[in-house]
């Protein structure tokens, strides 16, 4: 079966501290996705990671992939408020048919 | 980056009718996708859109209930037919761009079915 898991689901932190997103997904694949999604809002692509080692950086966000352990992280340096979103991980099975099958989404509060 | 547009935004529609959302991008693509965001969940892929062909559907979801046209590479629509509450959810498209295999979505239409 394919499947995507995240963790936490739910994450609430102060501002100014650091914290990792976990995405694990079942079986091969070299082409991992990250998405933010604000309430009553579509999807905003943040990253493709397309290759074991990748990582990639956008201001506080920092994205790597580990294809050998099947796992994804998405790091937040000196969170800010504005940073508050659901975030979803996806990973493409079907070997570039970009067919995303989606994790259940990390819901992340900033707190002032 | 592609830039999508969806008809409508939102609807609230009867049970047992039908209702079909438009998907349209300012440049061709190869892939359009249909996905499915029920309220407070995630994401579930419904069908590929294949531009001249039918389109190729997911576990779950039947041509009968979802039936998805291409005339185009700019341009899809998904009908969602004789409707339930439990047909309730955000429904948006997405399209592949090979140059920098990036997957973008639309802005969703959000439907209720009372």
């Known amino acids: 079966e394919l499947k995507v898991e995240q963790n936490p689901l739910f994450l609430s932190m102060q501002e100014g501290k650091n914290y990792t997103i976990y995405c694990n997904y079942s079986?091969?694949?070299?082409?991992l996705y990250w998405y933010r999604q604000d309430p009553g809002k579509s999807l905003e692509s943040l990253f493709v990671?397309?290759?074991?080692?990748a990582v990639k950086q956008e201001g506080r966000l920092m994205a790597s992939l580990d294809t050998k352990a099947r796992l994804s992280t998405l790091h937040i340096t000196a969170a800010v408020h504005d940073l508050s979103a659901t975030y979803f991980c996806?990973?493409?099975?079907?070997?570039?048919?970009?067919?995303?099958?989606f994790g259940q989404g990390t819901r992340l509060t900033i707190n002032p | 980056s592609a830039v999508i547009s969806q008809k409508p935004s939102r609807d609230i529609c009867q049970r047992g009718t039908s209702l079909t959302i438009q998907c349209q991008v300012d440049?061709?693509?190869?892939?359009m996708f249909w996905y499915r965001q029920q309220p407070g969940q995630s994401l579930t892929l419904i069908a590929t859109?294949?531009?001249?062909?039918?389109?190729?559907?997911e576990s779950g979801f039947v041509i009968d209930k979802f039936p998805i046209s291409r005339p185009n590479l700019t341009f899809s629509t998904l009908t969602v037919s004789n409707m339930s509450p439990e047909d309730s959810s955000i429904y948006l498209c997405?399209?592949?761009?090979?140059?920098?295999?990036?997957?973008?979505f639309g802005p969703g239409t959000r439907l209720t079915v009372t």
């Open positions: 859109a294949n531009q001249g062909s039918e389109a190729t559907y």
């Open positions: 079986t091969t694949s070299d082409r």
């Open positions: 990671l397309l290759s074991n080692g």
């Open positions: 996806a990973v493409d099975f079907a070997q570039g048919a970009q067919k995303l099958v």
């Open positions: 440049s061709q693509v190869t892939m």
């Open positions: 997405s399209v592949e761009t090979l140059s920098s295999y990036e997957q973008y």
